[in-house]
């Protein structure tokens, strides 16, 4: 067993059963004309005619969700519970008894959730706008005063993200008693589990063309299990997170699963900046993996979790606020909502949108963000102290007088790779690195940074321009009195894909730009 932390993560094993390795991300319908974001969009005459694909992959979704429950398979519980719940209506029968037993509260009879009470529940204690519900005695007991400090704790998250301009996480008619938002508390520390959000909000003839949902959400009962950070900061950043989750799902609770996840990690550190608990997944994100898709999503690694790294440095370069949180990611779910006359974009789409409403586009700042990884500790404000990895490069070469030395480098869609160049014996006057670069059009998402360091440190950057067909030859100083190193950065921004494909990325797609080959050749010339 490997035992990592994770908001919504089981502690799981590593090694997966052969039966259940279908992506948690399989759709069972074919896009939607009313937007773009849905993983299974669930009107029925959207559906694709081959109802037994429907099925098979929902039966799926069921068996990757008790997977992750049981700690058999690696993977995210919240985000597994929404695939159930986002395919539940492809299902009859035990099947669909399955389902709804995953997804049934705690008190419901009859049910196989991952939290259920074995004794009457207490009653609840509830704000304005949330009730806490905890049994007082048995294995998911919680104390009175336990209890005050978790609705005190999700009353100030909720009031956080309304003043910051979120909707509120939608009402569920009267279950759990009433119409305000429910968290249950159990034993949930034994299982790896820190907490969940999911949505018994079932599919109907009058939601069928919208994608809001309401949500309800579990924690940990004390979270003494766990050890690292104190139980109250755990209780803390968990809240944040998952209750991100219950306000997602108010906009579109069928956007991409990489956004909702990277979101959520990132506004862990915006609501509680002294618990820095995703500092953890920066090992598996584009600080350390460049050359992974930044659009990933992997139940087993975690890399998209670490993609809140991304979504910081964005709101870091747009630091515009609202009500204490940054205005760039509300206006990233504005234009994903899925709610009645929403924009209804998916992830990579809204990105972009709100990016180029900001004077840029989500390609150019992944080129930033690459160059950024390079030096953490200076392009971020919480990155000194070897905090945030330092991203690796590609390779590094040493150039002297008249050398050449060229590379190529295949990239995936949404990743980068970094050369350095280093002058060798070049102290005379006049030196300058001519690059040549032959790389696919612009159209096809390819393009190149190059940054240059003086030997005390000063670093300048820019963007280099290519011509239609992808080709450009620049020169930068290169005297080794005057120039440390060059470093050529090389990005495949592209955002194009065919959506609903079964794919694990942005609008469950396969991106059309894969694999691009990008070449340079760096020459020592005066």
Same mark, same amino acid.
């Given at each position: 067993?490997?035992? =990592?932390? #994770? =908001? ?60 992750? /429950? ?59 706008? /949330? ?104 209780? $803390? ?50 600080? #350390? ?31 515009? =606020? ?22 209804? +974009? ?27 990884? =390079? ?25 002297? #007088? ?25 102290? +005379? ?39 239609? $067909?992808?080709?450009? /030859? ?53």
């Amino acid at each position: 067993m490997s035992h =990592r932390p #994770a =908001r919504s993560r089981a502690l799981v094993a590593l090694v997966a059963s052969a039966a259940l390795t279908t992506s948690l991300l399989a759709t069972y319908a074919a896009p939607s004309a009313t937007g773009l974001s849905a993983a299974a969009r669930p009107d029925a005459g959207d559906r694709v005619a081959t109802a037994s694909r429907a099925e098979r992959q929902a039966v799926s979704a069921v068996a990757r969700a008790r997977g992750v /429950v049981s700690g058999e398979q690696p993977g995210d519980l919240t985000m597994a519970l929404r695939e159930v719940a986002n395919t539940r209506s492809a299902l009859t029968g035990a099947d669909r008894r399955a389902a709804d037993g995953l997804l049934a509260r705690p008190t419901d009879p009859g049910g196989d959730p991952p939290l259920d009470y074995a004794v009457p529940e207490a009653t609840p204690v509830c704000s304005a706008d /949330v009730c806490v519900h905890y049994v007082a005695a048995g294995p998911d007991a919680a104390t009175p005063a336990y209890v005050d400090t978790v609705l005190a704790t999700l009353t100030a998250v909720h009031d956080r993200y309304r003043a910051a301009g979120y909707r509120e996480p939608r009402p569920d008619g009267k279950r759990g008693g009433n119409a305000k938002i429910d968290v249950y508390l159990g034993q949930l520390g034994d299982q790896g589990l820190y907490g969940y959000c999911t949505s018994d909000e079932p599919e109907t003839s009058a939601n069928s063309r919208t994608y809001d949902r309401w949500a309800y959400c579990a924690l940990d009962n004390d979270y003494a299990e766990f050890p690292t950070n104190t139980p109250l900061e755990n209780l $803390q950043v968990t809240v944040a997170h998952e209750y991100f989750h219950a306000t997602q799902y108010a906009y579109d609770r069928y956007e991409d699963a990489w956004l909702l996840e990277a979101t959520a990690a990132w506004v862990e550190d915006e609501v509680y900046d002294g618990v820095d608990d995703n500092l953890q997944y920066l090992r598996s994100s584009q600080l #350390a993996q460049p050359r992974v898709p930044l659009d990933t999503f992997n139940g087993a690694t975690g890399f998209h979790y670490g993609t809140w790294s991304y979504v910081r440095y964005l709101t870091e370069t747009f630091p515009a =606020r609202k009500g204490g949180l940054p205005r760039l990611v509300l206006d990233l779910f504005t234009k994903a909502d899925g709610a009645r006359g929403g924009p209804d +974009q998916y992830s990579w789409q809204a990105l972009d949108s709100v990016l180029r409403a900001r004077g840029t586009s989500a390609a150019k700042m992944l080129g930033r963000y690459a160059v950024a990884n =390079r030096r953490p500790a200076q392009s971020y404000a919480e990155g000194r102290a070897n905090r945030y990895p330092t991203a690796p490069l590609l390779q590094a070469r040493r150039v002297g #007088a008249g050398q050449t030395k060229a590379g190529s480098v295949r990239l995936k869609h949404l990743t980068t790779a970094t050369v350095r160049l280093t002058p060798q014996a070049l102290r +005379q006057r006049g030196w300058r690195l001519r690059l040549a670069l032959d790389l696919p059009p612009a159209v096809r998402g390819a393009s190149a940074l190059v940054t240059s360091a003086t030997p005390g440190g000063r670093v300048t950057t820019r963007t280099v321009r290519t011509d239609k $067909q992808g080709d450009a /030859v620049v020169r930068v100083p290169f005297s080794s009195r005057k120039v440390a190193w060059v470093e050529l950065t090389l990005v495949n921004g592209s955002g194009r894909f065919t959506c609903f494909t079964r794919g694990a990325f942005s609008c469950q797609g396969t991106p059309v730009d894969n694999a691009l080959r990008l070449q340079f050749a760096a020459t020592a010339v005066r």
